[in-house]
């Protein structure tokens, strides 16, 4: 294994966390490797110093001002006891399974593979609050969040059995990283990761149902973009858009404007044209 | 002479000296009267727990909003305590509700993040004229890291929790967790040096 593959490994080998086998590779490493015995060694000092930050007490006065604004908050603890009649607890048992019959009625029937309204919508939130800062460590949160798998984009299309946007590639100006093909609630979606020559990363993710997509708590604007109707989400200076396409989902993650959003949409439409 | 048998065994020192053991009631216990708005309970939960979760936000939001941090937290715990399941450890409960409330205080304040906590850090130690300790670097150190990077290091190295339950508190992964704590680990080095670290 290389040494960098070590290094990976070095911080959670400090933890004690790694299981037995990978343990005693790493031990073997680090016992001949100076650079990574070094990097052992700066994670022990480190955590020689955080045993010092445990110090800190709030102020004295902190549970009395608590005290006072639960006195202050009307009391929503305690649940009166309401005693039914008996007959009309019957009925309200009832009810309740008349309720919950149609409840689970209606989510089987929209669960069910081959109904056409099928919605379970993706939250990439949290991928984005993890793109923000680090894009490569985002792709591994995906992959461990949706059961991923690092793919070609030409092996994903045997199993999609479509062929995806990104399939003819991106503008000359994006130069691939890496693909994966994820298990989402919806449905399987590729996602492929690109780096620009001017820097930043850009992500485009297919889902393989027109299925809506959620960014978590961040404030959706809908725009026109290109003549499509198309969703935008500011993402600490870059955008995040999706559109729908064909009966699939595009989303781009990490673009830098509207107007980059659109020469992919462009882009996109060119490659279904030399496609047909 | 003192007899023997009025010696304790364990520290050999009298036994009237020592002080019988406390007793404590098991949260769960507490928990249920707090639910019901028992106010002497929820002052029992905010004496055992309010340590651990001051200690997290000082490190998450500044020494300046810690202490309205915590309160909030506080309050906010009595407001959803009997939404607590009991599926995980009333811990991990409440360093997850204390993590949600520091990272909203910082999606307010978002403009000026880190620059705010480590200006506020440097105005404490404004007054060293030399060298800063290890202690004082790493607090600086820290400050520069991105929220769910020193989230993850203040839960291993103080905290002490193991990864899963980091990844419980966290709601990420395990691996996402692992690849946190590498990472945070290498910034922290560069940000250490940086700042005149020396190993």
């Known amino acids: 294994m290389p040494c960098s593959e070590f290094t990976d490994l070095l911080s959670a080998f400090h933890d004690g966390e790694l299981p037995l086998d990978r343990k005693v590779a790493v031990a073997d ?74 409840g689970i009625a209606f989510v089987a029937y929209m669960a069910w593979p ?149 020469r992919l949409m462009r882009h996109f439409e060119q490659h279904d044209q030399v496609k047909r | 002479m003192r007899a023997p048998s009025d010696l304790d065994l364990r520290t050999g020192r009298p036994s009237e000296e020592i002080a019988p053991p406390l007793i404590t009631e098991p949260i769960d216990s507490l928990i249920s009267r707090s639910c019901k708005g028992d106010r002497d309970a929820q002052q029992q939960i905010y004496e055992r727990h309010h340590g651990s979760a001051y200690r ?49 205080y910082l999606r307010q304040r978002r403009r000026s993040r880190w620059t705010t906590l480590e200006s506020d850090l440097m105005d404490r130690h404004a007054d060293q004229t030399s060298r800063m300790e290890d202690k004082e670097l790493l607090e600086c150190a820290l400050a520069r890291l991105e929220p769910d990077l020193r989230a993850s290091f203040l839960l291993r190295e103080v905290e002490k929790l193991s990864y899963s339950e980091i990844s419980k508190v966290t709601e990420v992964p395990e691996g996402t967790v692992a690849s946190r704590l590498n990472r945070a680990r290498q910034l922290l080095k560069e940000h250490l040096m940086e700042l005149g670290w020396d190993q």
């Open chain 1, 29 to 102: 490493h680090v016992a001949a490797c100076p650079a990574c015995s070094a990097k052992l060694l700066t994670y022990q000092k480190l955590s020689g110093m955080a045993a010092y930050l445990n110090d800190s007490l709030p102020p004295a006065n902190m549970w009395s001002n608590i005290d006072t604004k639960l006195n202050s908050q009307p009391a929503v603890f305690a649940q009166p006891a309401v005693k039914l009649q008996p007959w009309i607890a019957s009925k309200v048992v009832a009810t309740a399974t008349l309720v919950a019959m149609i």
């Open chain 1, 114 to 262: 081959m109904h056409g309204d099928h919605h379970v919508a993706v939250n990439l939130g949290p991928f984005i609050d993890i793109f923000e800062r680090s894009p490569m460590e985002a792709q591994q949160h995906l992959r461990d969040t949706y059961s991923g798998q690092k793919t070609h984009i030409s092996a994903a299309m045997t199993q999609l059995k479509y062929s995806p946007v990104v399939a003819s590639g991106l503008p000359p100006e994006y130069a691939f990283e890496e693909a994966s093909l994820l298990q989402m609630p919806c449905c399987r979606c590729l996602e492929a990761c690109y780096r620009r020559a001017a820097g930043g990363v850009l992500c485009v993710f297919e889902h393989e149902r027109d299925d809506f997509v959620k960014f978590g708590e961040r404030e959706v604007s809908a725009i026109d973009c290109g003549g499509r109707p198309t969703r935008v989400v500011d993402m600490d200076g870059r955008l995040a858009a999706s559109w729908s396409k064909s009966g699939r989902f595009i989303t781009v993650i990490g673009a830098q404007d509207v107007g980059e959003v659109t």
């Open chain 2, 56 to 104: 997290l936000l000082i490190r998450m939001v500044g020494h300046t909003d810690a202490a309205d941090v915590l309160q909030e937290v506080f309050l906010q715990v009595f407001r959803t305590l009997n939404q607590f399941s009991g599926k995980s450890q009333f811990e991990t409960w409440l360093y997850r509700l204390t993590l949600n409330q520091a990272l909203q």
